[in-house]
Nanobody
Framework: QVQLVESGGGLVQAGGSLRLSCAAS????????MGWFRQAPGKEREFVAG????????HYEDSVKGRFTISRDNAKNTVYLQMNSLKPEDTAVYAC?????????????????WGQGMQVTVSS
């Protein structure tokens, strides 16, 4: 069982920045592929970004490329999502997730454990 605790969400004006953090329990964090997902009201959950076990490989949803950066610190069991140039359409509940198998994945069904989610609201 892996527990995830997220922080860093909140309200920001358009054009602003937020940094989300997700701390994982356990001593094998470096063996997890990590991902960030979001779900806006009335919409399906969507993939935002993913990072490989080592942190060398990353993958982004097209609408956040160049604005969001995913990173991880395996010594701190933490994954981050730096969000810059935020837009009102980025408003959603953001959640981190753990994938036990190797390889990046964009489908939520490929992930095994989830954080509780946190609200990010971007005002215009």
């Amino acid at each position: 069982q892996v527990q995830l605790v997220e922080s860093g969400g909140g309200l920001v004006q358009a054009g602003g920045s937020l940094r989300l953090s997700c701390a994982a329990s356990g001593r094998t964090f470096s063996s997890y592929v990590m991902g960030w997902f979001r779900q806006a009201p009335g919409k399906e959950r969507e993939f935002v970004a993913g990072i490989s076990r080592s942190g060398v490989f990353t993958h982004y949803e097209d609408s956040v490329k160049g604005r969001f950066t995913i990173s991880r610190d395996n010594a701190k069991n933490t994954v981050y999502l730096q969000m810059n140039s935020l837009k009102p359409e980025d408003t959603a509940v953001y959640a981190c997730a753990v994938r036990m198998a190797d390889g990046l994945a964009t489908m939520s069904i490929k992930y095994d454990y989830w954080g509780q989610g946190m609200q990010v609201t971007v005002s215009s």
